[in-house]
């Protein structure tokens, strides 16, 4: 396949794949089922190695940053959004701070994810999860996790959104200890370079 045929079959596989995500959460509303039936499909679109090639798609450079996001498609009222991360291995994200999302998160690569329940006077672990080629992670808008890529190569994970990232000026970040909740800015959303153990 040329160059052009794979932005094409990519650009028509996104489509086909929000489309189908849309009319889930049209009939079923957002709920833990409906979410892992958005999985289901984000896990079907992520077979498609192919369509996501790293010469199109590279990991950020080794010590420069951890992390590097590609927007595949937003929906015009930024109602949905499709992102590509690649990210560094052996990196403890800014992420890796407790959050929660306005959105589900999903995944493809390996990828580290602790998913917290709230107790008072803090967080407890819920579940742990290991996103990578054939698993993923679905989020309902509280749920809270942190993430890490614990791996020995770049990750590379689709992420779709409920909500366009740019636009959610609602996050939260969470202190394991106590459990206060801080505003998740920009800034915070950057990566950081300490390395996981």
């Given at each position: 396949m040329t160059a052009t045929d794979i932005r094409s079959a990519r650009a028509a596989e996104v489509a086909a794949t929000i489309a189908r995500i849309?009319?889930?959460?049209?009939?079923?509303?957002?709920?833990?089922?409906?979410?892992?039936a958005i999985k289901d499909e984000m896990l079907a679109l992520a077979r498609h190695e192919q369509l996501f090639p790293a010469a199109e798609f590279p990991p950020p450079p080794a010590g420069e940053k951890s992390s590097q996001r590609y927007l595949l498609q937003e929906d015009s009222d930024r109602r949905f959004a499709l992102y590509l991360e690649l990210a560094q291995p052996r990196q403890r994200h800014a992420a890796a701070r407790p959050h929660h999302l306005g959105g589900g998160g999903l995944g493809r690569g390996q990828e580290h994810n602790t998913v917290y329940q709230r107790v008072p006077g803090g967080l407890t672990v819920a579940r742990e999860v290991m996103v990578e080629p054939g698993t993923g992670i679905a989020l309902m808008p509280d749920d809270i996790h942190a993430i890490a890529t614990p791996g020995s190569v770049p990750t590379r994970h689709l992420h779709m959104y409920g909500l366009a990232l740019e636009v959610l000026d609602n996050r939260q970040g969470y202190d394991p200890d106590t459990g206060e909740a801080v505003p998740y800015n920009r800034t915070f959303m950057r990566p950081t370079a300490a390395p996981v153990g």
């Open positions: 849309r009319a889930i959460e049209r009939s079923q509303g957002v709920t833990r089922e409906s979410l892992d």
